[in-house]
């Protein structure tokens, strides 16, 4: 079975400043893959990026990067610079085998 | 298309009502995935296909709830005897690969259903 933990409930950073949310996982699988998505308050589902379990290097997408530390089981999510519109809600999520499981998510507000 | 297209956005239903809801997949995803989501926390897994067969319904209540995707038709998941509890936003989303890959999935933008 897989597993997913986002210890944060909410988290608050300053506007242009860096931020990291914390995400922790379990299973089973040899081979699995690793995601973040974006709920702002509208709620839509956004993908933001994805990290393979065999991927040697760390995920970067634009301001979003994925901290991925395989012997930890740990993948957080570091938004750099951050903007105003990065206020939303932020889901860590493991995939393998036939489904996607998330975590209960971290709510970031990011102020001006 | 390029976005997974869900209907209706909104749907009340009595206690006791049957609701049904309906996902049109983005063209050439072959794998369709339904998420309950309660109060904007976190998702629970229902069911995915593969084309139009059963991937994984491990998430699914199988006593009320039923889902289909078939050929040419909307994927749909259906709710018999709806309860309080079923009162949520149903997200469905496609993919072009099972679960673990560099595509993610891409999200329709819900059905809130309400049951009184």
């Known amino acids: 079975a897989q597993k997913i933990t986002q210890t944060q409930p909410g988290m608050f950073v300053q506007e242009k400043e860096a931020v990291t949310l914390d995400c922790t996982y379990d299973t089973s699988d040899p081979s699995y893959g690793l995601f973040w998505y974006k709920q702002p308050s509208s709620g839509e589902m956004i993908f933001l990026i994805y990290?393979?379990?065999?991927?040697?290097q760390n995920a970067t997408e634009g301001r979003y990067s994925l901290n991925f530390q395989k012997a930890r089981k740990s993948a957080n999510l570091v938004i750099s610079a951050s903007q105003l519109g990065d206020s939303a809600m932020y889901f860590c999520?493991?995939?393998?085998?036939?489904?996607?499981?998330f975590g209960a998510g971290t709510r970031l507000f990011v102020k001006a | 298309g390029e976005e997974v297209a869900q209907t209706p956005k909104h749907l009340v239903r009595g206690e006791g009502q049957k609701a049904k809801l309906y996902c049109a997949p983005i063209?050439?995803?072959?794998?369709v995935f339904w998420y309950q989501q309660v109060l904007k926390n976190e998702f629970k897994f229902l069911i995915s296909f593969q084309n139009e067969n059963v991937f994984d319904e491990t998430g699914m209540p199988k006593e009320r709830f039923s889902a289909k995707c078939l050929p040419n038709s909307p994927c749909s998941l259906e709710i018999q005897a709806t309860k309080l509890e079923d009162s949520a936003v149903y997200f469905c989303?496609?993919?072009?690969?099972?679960?673990?890959?560099?595509?993610?999935?891409?999200f329709g933008s819900g059905t809130r259903l309400t049951v009184v």
């Open positions: 999520a493991i995939g393998g085998g036939f489904k996607t499981i």
């Open positions: 989303a496609s993919s072009q690969s099972r679960a673990a890959s560099n595509y993610g999935y891409t």
């Open positions: 063209k050439g995803h072959s794998y």
């Open positions: 990290q393979g379990s065999y991927d040697q």
